[in-house]
């Protein structure tokens, strides 16, 4: 399995940014893929996530009511629809991918991105 995230960029208070996570080898069932953050010296925390196979996405508290995450199964891409970016948004943003008995337990997922930087100025 192979994921590649993008889209990353410097941005400003309160302009929005779409992140693409590119999947390949495994783009089905119950495995879903999930979108996490880290910012310097703090621990990878979760943002959001979504099944292959479902219509129903989980949020974390970062992003809740101004992040979107959304699949295209034909593209096997997932995106990270960010709006309202704020500086403490700051953060590498990393894809990834399992088979979570809780979308937001970070030790389920077994396939990690590289990750794209995203920097949001005051």
């Known amino acids: 399995v192979q994921l590649q995230a993008s889209g990353g960029g410097l941005v400003q208070t309160g302009d929005s940014l779409k992140l693409s996570c590119v999947v390949s080898?495994?783009?089905?069932?119950?495995?879903?893929i999930a979108w996490f953050r880290q910012a310097p010296g703090k621990e990878r925390e979760f943002v959001a996530a979504?099944?292959?196979?479902?219509?129903?996405?989980y949020y974390g508290d970062p992003g809740k009511g101004r992040f979107t995450i959304s699949r295209d199964n034909a593209k096997s891409t997932v995106y990270l629809q960010m709006n309202s970016l704020r500086p403490e948004d700051t953060a590498v943003y990393y894809c990834a991918s399992g088979f979570p008995s809780r979308l937001q337990h970070i030790s389920d997922y077994d396939y990690w991105g590289r990750g794209t930087l995203v920097t949001v100025s005051s």
């Open positions: 979504i099944r292959w196979t479902s219509n129903s996405p």
């Open positions: 080898g495994r783009t089905a069932g119950d495995d879903a």
